[in-house]
């Protein structure tokens, strides 16, 4: 830490000024960008099914990942900015977002849809445990913003959750 306030891995020109003190911003800044890599990790794979879904139904899944896909890649700009206004650096390449996501990606060949709406559901499912999580230490170092934000992206997620999981509950059909 510094008397001027700044985090000392940030260089000097991106050490946006906040009265929140460089521990607080450091534990934020780490938590939140574990968030976005997960974020990327998970709009990809939404779109690989996106891409990738054969059935009967497949204008209904391909629709629906589609709107999840796009929920999940706003909220990543919204949280890498803010975590620019409280002086903290962010996701700067896909090699970044490899180091830090917790969420793992998918390459196989062919999912079956049923299985593609499983593995989203528990993806999704730590992706809201980690949000929640992160509102906590939000709280725990002052940063009532980025808790607030994070709230809106968790409810988000929430959402996503309960489409997967109803969708689930229909065996082969989405109807
Ligand atoms: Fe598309």
Same mark, same amino acid.
């Given at each position: 830490?510094?008397?001027?306030?700044?985090?000392?891995?940030?260089?000097?020109?991106?050490?946006?000024?906040?009265?929140?003190?460089?521990?607080?911003?450091?534990?934020?800044?780490?938590?939140?960008?574990?968030?976005?890599?997960? *974020?990327?990790?998970?709009?990809?794979?939404?779109?690989?099914?996106?891409?990738?879904?054969?059935?009967?139904?497949?204008?209904?899944?391909?629709?629906?990942?589609?709107?999840?896909?796009?929920?999940?890649?706003?909220?990543?700009?919204?949280?890498?900015?803010?975590?620019?206004?409280? *002086? *903290?650096?962010?996701?700067?390449?896909?090699?970044?977002?490899?180091?830090?996501?917790?969420?793992?990606?998918?390459? =196989?060949?062919?999912?079956?849809?049923?299985?593609?709406?499983?593995?989203?559901?528990? =993806?999704?499912?730590?992706?809201?445990?980690?949000?929640?999580?992160?509102?906590?230490?939000?709280?725990?170092?002052?940063?009532?913003?980025?808790?607030?934000?994070?709230?809106?992206?968790?409810?988000?997620?929430?959402?996503?959750?309960?489409?997967?999981?109803?969708?689930?509950?229909? *065996?082969?059909?989405?109807?």
């Amino acid at each position: 830490m510094t008397s001027t306030g700044k985090t000392p891995s940030v260089p000097t020109q991106l050490a946006t000024p906040t009265d929140l003190k460089p521990g607080e911003v450091k534990a934020v800044t780490a938590a939140v960008n574990r968030l976005i890599a997960d *974020g990327f990790a998970l709009y990809v794979k939404t779109k690989n099914f996106h891409w990738h879904v054969a059935s009967s139904h497949f204008r209904d899944y391909h629709l629906l990942l589609d709107e999840q896909a796009d929920a999940i890649f706003n909220s990543i700009d919204v949280l890498a900015e803010r975590i620019r206004r409280i *002086g *903290g650096t962010t996701i700067r390449s896909v090699s970044h977002i490899g180091q830090l996501q917790t969420i793992k990606d998918d390459n =196989d060949d062919f999912v079956l849809p049923e299985e593609m709406i499983l593995r989203l559901i528990a =993806d999704n499912r730590q992706l809201a445990e980690n949000q929640r999580a992160a509102i906590e230490l939000c709280d725990q170092n002052r940063d009532t913003p980025t808790g607030n934000i994070l709230q809106d992206i968790l409810d988000q997620t929430e959402k996503r959750i309960w489409f997967l999981h109803a969708v689930s509950q229909g *065996g082969h059909s989405m109807e």
